[in-house]
């Protein structure tokens, strides 16, 4: 009404409520991100245990030393469960992981020294090249392991699951998202004309003498 000092509400979102509902959305997001999905396991699923990928800052993709214990504990697991499989989660942190200066940007083909990963990699990189070491180095059967991802997760790890036999590619009991390597092991295979990565190997990780 003319005359009348009208007091508008200045807050963000406060004229929009879609943008309302993005900031919360996104809000949401980020928690989920920091917390990863808390959920119960599945019947017939046991986490093992996991590894970490945050001491090689230059190949942050790298199956590092630490390892050992984690890769040799579920190769014993597999080995004492013929009928099971493995399923491999691996994650990235947008906080403590970076793309380096020129790092992927502009490159169109894979990287296969693991000096040059795309960020967006990082996490289907970490899964694969375990799956790769295990397969390499203690002969399991690479149709046995299933590289997968989760992106409701944030952190520089791929934990390791113990699953029934009967997991596949589009079934992996845990609904963490599939990955697509080459050459593809775990069947029914994906579609030929999707992207796909090549695991990026090392040698053989040197057993410590225990000390006196």
């Known amino acids: 009404m003319q005359g009348e000092s009208v007091k ?10 879609i943008v309302t509902a993005v900031i919360a959305c996104m809000w949401m997001c980020a928690q989920a991100g920091a917390k990863g999905q808390v ?5 017939g699923v046991e986490q093992l245990c996991a590894i970490q ?7 942050p993709t790298r199956v590092e030393d630490s390892a050992l214990g984690c890769l040799e504990m579920a190769v014993k697991r597999l080995k004492a469960r013929p009928d099971a499989k493995l399923v491999l989660v691996g994650v990235k942190s947008f906080e403590r992981d970076h793309e380096a200066e020129g790092n992927g940007k502009m490159r169109e083909t894979e990287d296969t020294t693991g000096y040059d990963v795309r960020l967006e990699d990082l996490a289907a990189y970490r899964a ?4 790769w070491y295990l ?5 399991i059967d690479p149709a046995r392991i299933l590289p997968t991802t989760d992106e409701f997760r944030q952190g520089q790890e791929v934990t390791f699951y113990l699953v029934p036999g009967d ?30 990565l090549a695991a990026q190997p090392r040698a053989r990780i040197a057993v410590r003498p225990a000390p006196k």
């Open 8 to 17: 508008r509400d200045t807050r963000l979102g406060s004229e929009c409520p």
């Open 39 to 43: 959920k119960p396991l599945p019947d």
């Open 167 to 196: 997991a596949d590619f589009y079934h992996n009991y845990l609904d963490t998202t599939k990955t697509n390597e080459r050459p593809c092991t775990v069947k029914p295979c994906y579609p030929a004309d999707e992207e796909s």
């Open 128 to 131: 694969l090249n375990t799956k």
């Open 53 to 59: 990928f945050d001491k090689d800052v230059k190949r």
């Open 135 to 139: 397969s390499k180095w203690y002969h």
